[in-house]
């Protein structure tokens, strides 16, 4: 119960200051001239501001409430090196101990975690979740803010007014002061490159220590590449070249050697990823005749704005002799030499569209593509029953790398393609627009060669359970030979047409080596916090699936088999950065929130970002680490009712408010009614009495 003056005015309280001035001035006139009752004029006008006022006792029940500390957990990713996950949790017991002797003292724990999920937050936020904790905490009932952290705390007020509350703020540092470490540092990375190019990467080597210049040896891991290595020194600048081998991502892991002493080996370490890209594909397209099928390759290969499209059509060959003078022929010359030896290696992809020997190519140029194909090069053969002659492309030095020997037969029946076992794996045929079930839904075909495989392998299959389709690599290149010259009735719709397109297509970029069609692929992809791993394989079984998060911890996942040929699985992903993955000689990265977290570019405790604002709010910072592991004894808590400094050596001081919550109010007037005006009657008539005498 709690006892109070409390006014009550009639009048606004600007008119009520108002009068009290005239008053004033009136007083000061009275008694610059002097005259006889100046005092009782003054008390009773004084006593009528009184009554206008309106005084009363008020009287308040109280229930007392009480205080609140707010004790915030850093759960980052750097709190969980060094030992300072199980330091934080024995500090958090002793602490929750110690608090039970204030009965009076309400904990609000607060954790804060910067997860996957949290894609719009990089480095510890820990006063931004501290203002979520206390947004229902009147700032006069905070006793003050206890941090269990390593420091590194990335969302510092610039001063104590930002906090929106006067209460002291301490610091527990579970590191140990002077801590040393190594760290990887990249500077400028590419995110795009040209296939075939070199992108620099610019980056260096800093650690903790200053003054030390001595050298490091980075090692260089480029997918699918022996590790090279290189001598740096450390905090200088160096540059790595990134060659741009294929389209697609190009991953490449820098790692610097580890250090003696240092807290983790994490950050030593940088993946990074440059997607390549083809300045433009350039496909050579010869037809060796003009045929119905002709412009269905011409026109899929220019509906692709990223094909550059040189076509050849052999319209009048060599042999063919009807007595027109040459210079009243309107054909352009065949350019064999320029295409077949000077630029041959500047195409992406050779198509053969029904072609024969017929002496247009000396058979040196064919061996010329061969040789191409070996190199890293791509030849697709469209053939009809020009391929089961005796002028077939199989019987000229390109022979050696087509994937099917013909036996000489044309079968020649109304059919429908199918997929084969494989060809349901294999990403070129995988999921064709009506391939499924056991009759596809697609247009018949009416002609497809014989034709034996050779260290290849079959898709599709036709009249007879031929070979329709084949594909197989050459060295360092591909081949793929198409055993028909009907597929232009799938463009033109015949019997509802069929999937012409997105098989041409496949097919191209799978010569091509187009990352998203190799039969072997790992692949991830990140929302929020849910990693999916996607495996692709024509084998029957794959490996488990290594998930190394950005910490170093590694996690073993089995996918489940989707479809045939594919195998996905999505876990959770409790850490910002890039997650690595890999199955057997399969490797990839994703990126999980921020690429480079603020996390782990810096992991050794500090207090310097602290120290400023914990000394304006008269809090302070308290080293609690000691061995791995294990903690120092906690500061005692003290509670006090004022004072600017709130900590000593071996103490944090918290505020006590003394704050309550009013359940009942009750008001007795003490100057109204008949007694006031009594007062008041009285009062003037002294005066009147005194200035009548």
Not at 87 to 96: F, G, M, N, P
């Amino acid at each position: 119960m709690s006892w109070s003056i409390e006014f009550i005015p009639f009048v606004p309280w600007p008119v009520l200051w108002a009068l009290a001035g005239v008053g004033v001035v009136l007083f000061a006139l009275l008694l610059w001239r002097a005259r006889r009752g100046a005092l009782l004029r003054a008390a009773a006008y004084t006593m009528l501001l009184l009554a206008i006022a309106n005084p009363h006792l008020k009287q308040e029940d109280r229930e007392p409430l009480n205080d609140v500390l707010a004790v915030v957990i850093d759960d980052s990713q750097s709190q969980t090196i060094a030992g300072r996950d199980p330091r934080t949790e024995s500090i958090r017991k002793d602490l929750q101990e110690r608090l039970k002797a204030f009965p009076n003292l309400d904990i609000r724990w607060v954790n804060s975690t910067s997860t996957a999920g949290d894609s719009d937050r990089d480095g510890t936020m820990l006063f931004t979740d501290l203002a979520k904790g206390l947004a229902d905490v009147p700032p006069d009932r905070l006793a003050g803010v206890i941090m269990l952290t390593d420091g590194n705390v990335h969302d510092v007020p610039q001063n104590a007014a930002a906090l929106g509350f006067d209460a002291p703020v301490h610091a527990l540092i579970t590191g140990k002061p002077g801590e040393f470490d190594r760290r990887l540092e990249v500077l400028k990375a590419p995110r795009f490159g040209l296939v075939g190019g070199v992108q620099p990467v610019e980056l260096k080597v800093t650690e903790t220590t200053p003054g030390n210049a001595g050298s490091v040896t980075l090692t260089i891991t480029r997918q699918g590449e022996a590790p090279s290595t290189k001598s740096v020194r450390v905090g200088e600048k160096v540059e790595i070249p990134v060659k741009v081998d294929h389209a697609g991502p190009n991953i490449v892991e820098i790692e610097a050697e580890a250090a003696p002493g240092e807290l983790t080996t994490v950050n030593n370490r940088a993946v990074l990823t440059v997607e390549g890209v083809r300045e433009n594909l350039r496909v050579l397209l010869v037809s060796g005749e003009p045929h119905a099928g002709e412009r269905t390759w011409r026109n899929m290969l220019k509906s692709d704005a990223a094909v550059d499209l040189v076509h050849f059509t052999i319209l009048r060959p060599p042999e063919k002799q009807d007595g027109t003078p040459i210079n009243q022929l309107s054909l352009i010359a065949f350019p064999t030499r320029e295409l077949f030896q000077e630029k041959l290696d500047q195409f992406d992809l050779i198509i053969f569209d029904r072609y024969q020997r017929r002496g247009v190519l000396p058979l040196l140029y064919l061996e010329n593509v061969a040789h191409y194909v070996e190199r890293g090069g791509a030849v697709l053969v469209s053939a009809g029953d020009d391929y089961a002659s005796a002028l077939s492309l199989y019987r000229s030095p390109l022979g050696q790398v087509l994937p099917a020997v013909p036996s000489g037969r044309v079968v020649e029946e109304a059919f429908k393609p199918k997929l084969t076992e494989l060809g349901e794996k294999h990403p070129v045929t995988r999921d064709l627009s009506g391939s499924k079930g056991d009759e596809p839904s697609w247009g018949p075909w009416f002609r497809v060669v014989e034709a034996d495989p050779r260290d290849a392998e079959v898709l599709m299959k036709g009249a007879e359970g031929k070979p329709l389709l084949v594909i197989g690599q050459r060295g360092e290149g591909r081949v793929a030979l198409l055993l028909s010259d009907h597929i232009w009735l799938w463009a033109r719709g015949y019997e509802g047409g069929g999937p012409y397109t997105d098989l041409l297509r496949r097919l191209a970029h799978w010569l091509m080596k187009e990352p998203d069609l190799e039969e072997e692929m790992l692949k991830a992809t990140g929302r929020g916090e849910t990693l999916t791993l996607e495996r692709r394989s024509v084998k029957d079984e794959i490996e488990p699936v290594v998930v190394t998060s950005p910490s170093g911890k590694e996690e073993t996942a089995t996918l489940d088999k989707s479809a045939p040929g594919l195998w996905r699985k999505s876990i959770t992903a409790g850490e910002q950065g890039v997650y690595r993955i890999s199955s057997g000689k399969l490797a990839s990265v994703v990126t999980i929130g921020n690429a480079n977290a603020k996390e782990l570019s810096a992991v050794t405790a500090t207090d310097a970002a602290l120290s400023p604002l914990l000394n304006e709010t008269g809090g302070g910072s308290f080293w609690l680490g000691r061995t791995e592991g294990d903690a120092s004894p906690l500061p005692r808590l003290v509670m006090m009712r004022s004072g600017h400094v709130m900590h000593g050596g071996d103490w944090l001081g918290l505020h006590r408010r003394d704050a309550y919550h009013v359940e009942g109010v009750r008001l007795f007037p003490l100057f109204t009614g008949f007694l006031a005006l009594a007062l008041l009657l009285g009062m003037m008539a002294i005066t009147w009495f005194r200035e009548g005498h």
